[in-house]
Nanobody, 123 residues
Framework: QVQLVESGGGLVQAGGSLRLSCAAS????????MGWFRQAPGKEREFVAA????????YYADSVKGRFTISRDNAKNTVYLQMNSLKPEDTAVYYC????????????????WGQGTQVTVSS
């Protein structure tokens, strides 16, 4: 069982930056691949980024590539999403998720989800 708690969301102007954190409970965090997803009002949940258990492999949606960076600190049981050059279209609730298998862009492949943190980017 893994419990995930996101933090770091907020209101930021376009072009600004935010860093999201996702703190995980449980001693097996380092064995999970982790992902970030987001859902904007009236839209389906979409993949943002994912990272392997070791941190050695990362994956990004085309819409965030070059602007967002996913990383993890297994000693702190935490995964991060550094978001730079934010755009109004990045406005969404951001969720972290844990996958006991491998990094994946498909949300249904993930076993555990956090409650989400709101990111709002004003123009």
């Amino acid at each position: 069982q893994v419990q995930l708690v996101e933090s770091g969301g907020g209101l930021v102007q376009a072009g600004g930056s935010l860093r999201l954190s996702c703190a995980a409970s449980g001693r097996t965090f380092s064995s999970y691949a982790m992902g970030w997803f987001r859902q904007a009002p009236g839209k389906e949940r979409e993949f943002v980024a994912a990272i392997s258990w070791s941190g050695g492999s990362t994956y990004y949606a085309d819409s965030v590539k070059g602007r967002f960076t996913i990383s993890r600190d297994n000693a702190k049981n935490t995964v991060y999403l550094q978001m730079n050059s934010l755009k109004p279209e990045d406005t969404a609730v951001y969720y972290c998720a844990a996958n006991s298998d491998r990094p994946d862009t498909r949300g249904h492949e993930y076993d555990y989800w956090g409650q989400g943190t709101q990111v709002t980017v004003s123009s």
